[in-house]
């Protein structure tokens, strides 16, 4: 939910769910700090960081975002980690179709248990790895379609897309009325 009253100062929080090892730290790291470390291992950084990002119309938004320290390993989420998110990024790995079918079960959940009017984006990571690529952007548009999402393909390490991403989300949050 967009906790902010005022309407060209937006906050929200936003959730990264997928596979381990799709990348969601690192798109996290890409777009708070603009760097990507080929060694992080699995979990990297803190598992709450904030960027506000400035949009054309003057309007900022504030995203606070909860990445997970790796449980998604180990059990499904606590819906608690995705209670009161207004926008959920739910990654997969395009050389992975493994991940892709793990992004479907996590779009799932959040329509079970997430807030109706939440903003998902699907997003397939890694695109710098195309030529080892297994889900086809096609397959992938179509399933987003289908779900109300909007798709877009990123990569955390050459950073293609990852500030795309978050001004596609700022764009689709519901305006307060004043
Ligand atoms: P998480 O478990 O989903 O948080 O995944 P991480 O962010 O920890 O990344 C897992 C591994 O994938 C790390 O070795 C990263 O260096 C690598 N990685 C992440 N994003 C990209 C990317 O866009 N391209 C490539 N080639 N590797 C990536
Ligand atoms: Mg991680």
Not at 38 to 41: G, I, V
Not at 75 to 78: F, N
Not at 113 to 117: F, L, R, V
């Given at each position: 939910e967009n906790s902010g009253t005022d309407p060209k100062n937006l906050r929200v929080k936003l959730v990264l769910l997928g596979d381990s090892g799709v990348g969601k730290s690192c798109i996290v790291l890409r777009f708070v700090r603009g760097q990507f470390d080929?060694?992080?291992?699995v979990t990297v950084g803190a598992s709450f960081l904030s960027q506000t990002l400035a949009l054309e119309d003057s309007t900022t938004v504030k995203f606070e975002i909860w990445d997970t320290a790796g449980q998604e390993r180990y059990?499904?989420?606590?819906p608690l980690y995705y209670r009161g998110a207004g926008a959920a990024i739910v990654v997969y790995d395009i050389t992975s179709s493994e991940s892709f079918n793990k992004a479907q079960y996590w779009v799932k959940e959040l329509q079970k248990?997430?807030?109706?009017?939440m903003i998902m984006a699907l997003v397939g990571n890694k695109a710098d790895l195309h030529d080892n690529r297994s889900v086809s952007s096609q397959d992938a548009q179509e399933y987003a379609e289908r779900n109300t999402m909007f798709f877009i393909e990123t990569s955390a390490k050459t950073a293609d897309n990852i500030n795309q991403l978050f001004e596609e989300i700022a764009k689709r949050l519901p305006r307060p009325t004043p």
């Open positions: 080929p060694t992080s291992k059990a499904a989420l606590a248990h997430g807030s109706p009017d």
